[in-house]
């Protein structure tokens, strides 16, 4: 799995958009970005992955940039219950890969502040 | 939605006792796994299984086993509990795009 960098630690107003940086430049043609974050105590939460394309879901965007060395993930309306340690990973994804263990990095802490 | 759901969310055992924690998923997922999440270590796999009756260790099987004899249920076993073992197990299934839902985890505490 390539490697990924996140900023250690960000902060974000109530209502507002949290956008978290993730370089991932030694990404390879079938490594599918996947962003998962993990709230104190409680089991990891998968949020988004995409490929190439910008994705959107009920909870939030991935925008990948053109060269796929980087990505945004965007909480468009972050609330106090999106503070959480964010985790960005890249890993050979897509239909039929099998069973493949997730490793987290130390991912980026998001704290939303009132 | 996805649900996968873990028996206990907390569980104090005794040393040398036989502990077992149950997962359940709701998706219909061919892929079960079991992790353990300590402080400074991560996520870390213990077994997995990628059909009923078929199972593969993961980096620390020593002290576990697991059963798979329905497709939505994925169950570890601690054969005689250890106080090395105290900590958060989570269980996961992944669906066809290889993403991994996790249930909320079983906080133990071997004493």
């Known amino acids: 799995d390539a490697k990924t960098t996140q900023p250690t630690s960000m902060d974000c107003a109530e209502g507002r958009a949290a956008n978290l940086p993730c370089n991932h430049s030694?990404?390879?043609?079938?490594?599918?970005v996947y962003w998962y974050r993990q709230i104190h105590s409680q089991g990891p939460q998968y949020i988004i992955h995409?490929?190439?394309n910008n994705e959107t879901n009920e909870m939030a965007s991935l925008i990948i940039t053109e060269d796929r060395k980087s990505s945004t993930l965007i909480l468009p309306h972050a609330t106090l219950r999106d503070t959480a340690v964010y985790y960005c990973?890249?890993?050979?994804?897509?239909?039929?890969?099998?069973?493949?263990?997730?490793?987290f990095g130390q991912g980026t802490r998001l704290t939303i502040n009132p | 939605d996805v649900k996968v759901t873990q028996s206990s969310r907390y569980l104090v055992k005794r040393t040398g006792e036989k502990v077992f924690l149950e997962c359940v998923q709701d998706?219909?997922?061919?892929?079960m796994f079991w992790y353990r999440q300590d402080p400074g270590l991560g996520l870390r796999l213990i077994y997995f299984?990628?059909?009923?009756?078929?199972?593969e260790k993961g980096d620390i099987p020593e002290g576990y086993s697991v059963s798979r004899e329905k497709k939505e249920r994925f169950s570890l076993i601690l054969e005689s509990a250890s106080t090395n073992q105290t900590s958060m197990y989570l269980c996961?299934?992944?669906?066809?795009?290889?993403?991994?839902?996790f249930g909320p985890g079983t906080r133990l505490t071997v004493l």
């Open positions: 998706m219909d997922h061919e892929n």
């Open positions: 030694t990404i390879s043609g079938n490594e599918y």
């Open positions: 299984s990628y059909d009923v009756k078929m199972k």
């Open positions: 996961a299934s992944s669906g066809l795009a290889n993403e991994q839902f």
């Open positions: 995409g490929l190439k």
């Open positions: 990973i890249v890993r050979v994804g897509g239909m039929f890969q099998g069973a493949q263990k997730l490793v």
